[in-house]
């Protein structure tokens, strides 16, 4: 057995109560505080913030491995073909019936951005989202969780208060239909590859479709 791997094997968890304590700060009490405290200009830049202390927090976890997350590498193509016929027809939909002028936006007018977007928000965004909203989430803190698809409700639900935020009842919901699929991809399929393939194709689709100002701080209005 190698030294590192030792190490690993006489980690342990740490107590209930510290468990608590970090679960609802990460995924309670940051977003809201986030939402609720800082400038729109500063919530990326928070966020960023909580989710290196997140990873910090899943390097740490007894029994973790990044290689780990290459298991169960196959991506069937029936859920990502159905999340993206779904995603693209409630995104243009939502366009439509909201904000019709900014139906296909930047495929139209920023070509360019769009394709630096698509490009960059699977490493910059769905990525580290996935670390920590999956692989921490169910990892770490799996004591805390409640069993069977109460976990998955749990965990979307915490997912959509992270995108507080934005301020937005769309966003809001969006969010929480999509942690129910990344968490059943995840949890259920045992795959973080597919979590990340869905994650990054569905939020593609929703700049493609003109959703962007949905999640843009700077078109941030807070209720208050």
């Not at 940051?30 to 400038?39: E, N, T």
């Not at 029936?78 to 016929?85: D, R």
């Amino acid at each position: 057995m190698t030294r590192a791997a030792d190490s690993r094997k006489r980690r342990r968890l740490p107590g209930r109560q510290r468990l608590l304590g970090e679960f609802l700060l990460l995924f309670w009490i940051a977003p809201v505080g986030v939402a609720v405290f800082l400038p729109p200009a500063a919530v990326v830049p928070a966020l960023a913030v909580f989710t290196a202390l997140g990873i910090v927090l899943l390097q740490a976890t007894p029994g973790f491995c990044w290689r780990g997350l290459l298991r169960n590498p196959q991506i069937p193509a029936w859920p990502v073909l159905a999340l993206a016929a779904a995603t693209l027809a409630v995104s243009v939909a939502i366009v439509w019936l909201s904000r019709p002028d900014d139906l296909f936006w930047l495929a139209r007018e920023r070509p360019g951005l769009l394709l630096a977007v698509v490009l960059l928000y699977p490493l910059l965004s769905a990525l580290p989202q996935e670390l920590l909203y999956r692989v921490l989430f169910f990892r770490r803190y799996r004591v805390l969780l409640p069993r069977g698809n109460a976990g998955l409700v749990f965990n979307a639900a915490a997912f959509s208060l992270a995108h507080l935020p934005f301020w937005d009842w769309t966003v809001a919901v969006l969010s929480f239909a999509g942690g129910l699929v990344f968490g059943w991809a995840y949890h259920r399929r045992g795959s973080f590859l597919l979590a990340v393939v869905m994650h990054a194709l569905a939020g593609a689709i929703v700049f493609v479709a003109g959703m962007g100002a949905f999640f843009y701080t700077g078109m941030v209005e807070r209720p208050f």
